[in-house]
């Protein structure tokens, strides 16, 4: 088992993103909304802590321009 941890602006490109993997995932939290892109790195990083025993991968897909961000947390099967 392996934690995908993604900070993203639109949903429906991580969606796209994770789809695009040879791999099968399902969602088990979301975060947000992030004021920028800074705090929602924060709190990846405090999620890859928490998920420090566990293999994890992170994405980051977004722009670089000011809009809320959102976080996800997703396990790989």
């Known amino acids: 088992m392996k934690y995908l941890?993604?900070?993203y602006q639109d949903k429906?490109?991580?969606e796209n993103h994770l789809n695009s993997l040879p791999i099968k995932h399902r969602k088990?939290?979301?975060a947000g909304p992030f004021t920028s892109r800074l705090q929602?790195?924060?709190w990846m990083e405090s999620m890859?802590?928490?998920l420090q025993s566990y293999p994890t991968e992170r994405?980051?897909?977004?722009y670089?321009?000011?809009?809320t961000w959102y976080g996800a947390t997703f396990v790989a099967e």
């Open 40 to 42: 929602a790195m924060h």
């Open 64 to 67: 670089l321009v000011p809009r």
């Open 59 to 62: 994405y980051s897909l977004g």
């Open 28 to 30: 088990i939290m979301e």
């Open 5 to 7: 941890i993604g900070i």
């Open 48 to 50: 890859e802590e928490k």
């Open 12 to 14: 429906e490109k991580i």
